[in-house]
């Protein structure tokens, strides 16, 4: 998913940890969209790298208005996904989210339990 409602790099100026060698999710998603493998055709395609980097955006929110920003960017991030040609086929089989750091997993498991009944899905 090069989509960058997805990817969100226009977070990079803001967040002091975006992109940087502490950053996990960067780092790899970086890496997988350059690696020689990786296609963009959806027929070809085995695995789905969902390129949303909970975790960066996470390191972000420091505020209440942030944390309602981090979440308005996941559910919009998250809408887009499975209104994807590729979500639409697999029915999201072979999609996989790398979320590199533990602490996280609950915000991130929140957001994406919303999405089945999600209004605009």
């Known amino acids: ?4 409602d ?3 790099p226009h977070l990079a100026k803001q967040c002091k940890r975006w992109g940087r060698g502490d950053d996990p999710d960067t780092l790899f998603l970086e890496l997988a969209s350059k ?4 296609t963009t055709n959806i027929d070809e395609a085995e695995l789905f790298v969902i390129s949303i980097p909970a975790t960066s955006l996470y390191d972000c929110v420091g505020t209440e208005e942030d944390r309602q920003a ?3 960017y996941m559910i919009k991030a998250l809408r ?3 209104a994807s040609p590729a979500w639409s086929k697999t029915q999201g089989r072979g999609h996989v989210w790398m979320l590199f750091d533990w ?3 609950p915000f991130a498991e929140g957001h994406w339990k919303r999405i089945p009944d999600d209004p605009q899905r």
């Open 103 to 105: 602490r996280y997993m």
């Open 35 to 38: 690696h020689p493998m990786r």
């Open 6 to 8: 997805m990817t969100l």
């Open 80 to 82: 887009k996904m499975v």
């Open 70 to 72: 981090y979440d308005d």
């Open 1 to 4: 998913y090069d989509d960058p």
